[in-house]
């Protein structure tokens, strides 16, 4: 069944770019896409991974390990390498009631109890490398999975210690998470292990909502063709996002902007220096998208508030919202755009 085009997303442009910035550079750490329900959040996830270009990988591997990669990495590939092929970027879900064993991994019991061997079952995380883990209503994961994620997604590699087992695999992915702010807050230490953070709202003007309906009603009627009609768009875009992995290398950052970075970051007053690394780095993936040779002040303007909005200190005497707070911040140290 093909996915809803990416092309046809109506507005939601933030969270469309935030999308498209983490398929350019993942290093950027994930997107969390937090607002009302049925605004297109978990469409535009799976709709930009059939987007995407299929990736090279060896022939039944279970962590889907790029053929250059270094074999020692893999426990499967470390006893040889075959053939390899074309799959698609791995999109995996992760369920809210999903059991530790089956997000990291377990005995294979099948194999343990017919054969009497001890072997490794792959988990969620093994089918997510190289590819994106989404978890819808992020923030109402259990501790103990927040946890395990953070370790993960910091190192890239999941280590499994358990029934005599010790194994260790890659696990490197994209984490997008979505969710309803109504539905409780997210752990800070998890928060702040996304990248971007962007808003999504229904939208309100009458327009916007008709071209919704008559393109979802569309696409339900007539998949195939609703598909084939925007294959030219999506093909252009995928081209787009290939040329600015290509050139992401070549974007220079100037001075300026490292110094307008800081600038803002102080304003804010954000914690660490993660804010300025995240912004430097979603600025170069977008001027990479835009074709541009160098980060600009407004490519600054354009993420910063969802690379911001996430990490702010709460202010009792400012009831303002997060993302008013850096408007202004924006206004005061970057001018207006």
Known sequence: MPAFPFTAIVAQEEMKRALLIAAVDPSVG?????????????????????????????????????????????????????????????????????TEDRVVGALDLERALTRGEKAFEPGLLARANRGFLYIDEVNLLEDHLVDLLLDVAASGVNTVEREGLSLRHPARFVLVGSGNPEEGELRPQLLDRFGLACEVTTPTDIPTRIEVVRRRDAYERDRDGFCAGHAKAEKALQKTILSARERLDAVTVPDTALEDAARLCLALGTDGLRGELTLMRTARALAALDGAEAVTTAHLRQVAPSALRHRLRRNPLDESGSTARVARAVEEVLGAG
């Open 30 to 98: 994930g997107v969390l896409v937090f607002g009302d329900r049925g605004t297109g959040k978990s469409t535009a996830i799976r709709a930009l991974a059939a987007l995407l270009p299929k990736i090279r990988a060896v022939v039944d591997c279970p962590y889907s390990c790029a053929p250059e990669s270094p074999a020692a990495e893999c426990p499967h590939c470390a006893r040889g390498r075959g053939k390899s092929h074309l799959i698609p970027v791995p999109v995996v879900d992760l369920p809210l009631g999903a």
